[in-house]
């Protein structure tokens, strides 16, 4: 689920508010390892 919400913030369709919270520090690890934050 994780990958999925990155992918939508990369594509600009969600924001990282709208990842539940316990989602959140997983995603922000994939968008940092990808180098798009």
């Known amino acids: 689920m994780a990958k999925i919400y990155a992918d ?4 600009g369709r969600k924001t ?3 990842v ?3 989602l959140r520090a997983e995603v ?3 968008l ?5 934050e």
């Open 16 to 18: 990282i508010e709208d």
């Open 28 to 30: 922000e690890a994939i």
């Open 32 to 36: 940092a390892g990808s180098g798009n």
């Open 8 to 11: 939508l913030i990369r594509k």
């Open 20 to 22: 539940p919270p316990r």
